[in-house]
């Protein structure tokens, strides 16, 4: 195996904001296209995931999300956010990945999102706003435990979808 310089935490963790923020974006232009909401109305954008069908709307942007995170990497290894921040992904001895790593990190993150939002959108139909909101930050939280296993596994930093794939991210 080849040595590869590793990205370190806080570099891996800026360019999943970078790309969190630009998803963020596609999300909220599908939304508001496909409901007729006004862009500036955020809580009735964000309330399209708790409406009752609610979780349909979350399968398909979930859906989307993967094929995001897929198309960037088979087409060179990085999304938006990790070529601002200066890393790739590679398989684990630093060749280029397959399609098939590539589709196995994928179903691991961002498909552990779906795992969660599927599973607890259909209870919330009728909750409080409150409790919604709380829940629309907790969701996230899921994910963000995936993206802190680099800080225990710190001879290799990488995440359990890189583990699970056969991957990891290295600095340009």
């Not at 508001?32 to 069908?53: H, K």
């Amino acid at each position: 195996m080849q040595v590869m310089n590793r990205p370190g935490f806080f570099r891996r963790f800026g360019a999943y904001l970078v790309d969190v923020l630009v998803f963020a974006g596609i999300y909220w232009a599908i939304v508001c296209w496909c409901y007729g909401i006004s862009i500036t109305d955020f809580m009735q954008a964000i309330s399209v995931a708790f409406r009752p069908g609610g979780e349909y709307f979350l399968m398909s942007v979930n859906g989307l999300q993967i094929c995001y995170y897929g198309i960037f990497h088979t087409l060179g290894g990085q999304t938006p956010g990790k070529a601002l921040m200066g890393i790739r992904l590679v398989d684990a001895s630093g060749g280029t990945v397959s399609n098939g790593q590539i589709f196995v990190r994928c179903l691991v993150f961002p498909g552990l999102y779906y795992v969660v939002a599927v599973g607890v959108v259909p209870l919330l139909v009728h909750a409080p706003i409150w409790f919604r909101l709380v829940v629309i930050f907790i969701i996230p939280l899921v994910m963000l435990a995936d993206l802190i296993l680099p800080l225990v596994d710190w001879r290799f930093q990488r995440c359990l979808h890189d583990v699970v794939a056969g991957t990891r991210v290295v600095a340009d």
